[in-house]
């Protein structure tokens, strides 16, 4: 059960454990503290794009943006926008379907926005 605990908060690196039959006891690994303190919060982001084009700050908030866009496909994929199943066999009744989706998850996005901003 312990071994859940570390793995799943990612913990290990922190602590020495000793189990035994009858007892249970830990000590701190300060060079994995140590370590971790000095990466925390840190994160480099790098790319191909001319910074005339997109600055540093900008760069941060797409990439920051991309968990939504991620978030988007999933929910394009299953329910939210009924893509899945398609019924339709010929092409050009494909792509409307899916253009339909798309444009309805767009409609959906705006309107978001406009709620956080209170303006529409």
């Known amino acids: 059960r312990v071994g859940k605990v570390i793995n799943k908060y990612r913990v290990g690196k922190f602590f020495e454990l000793e189990i035994t039959n009858n007892s249970f006891s830990y000590t701190r690994k300060p060079q994995g503290l140590k370590a971790a303190a000095a990466l925390d ?12 084009v997109l600055d540093a700050p900008a760069t941060v908030k797409a990439y920051k943006s991309l968990s939504q866009v991620e978030q988007a ?31 309805a998850y767009y409609v959906e996005w705006h309107m978001k926005q406009a709620r956080f901003t209170d303006s529409f």
């Open 73 to 103: 496909f999933r929910s394009y994929k299953t329910m939210d926008l009924k893509v899945r199943p398609i019924y339709h066999h010929l092409e050009s009744r494909v792509k409307s379907h899916v253009f339909l989706c798309m444009l």
């Open 41 to 52: 919060g840190l994160y480099v982001i790098r790319t191909s794009v001319d910074t005339e």
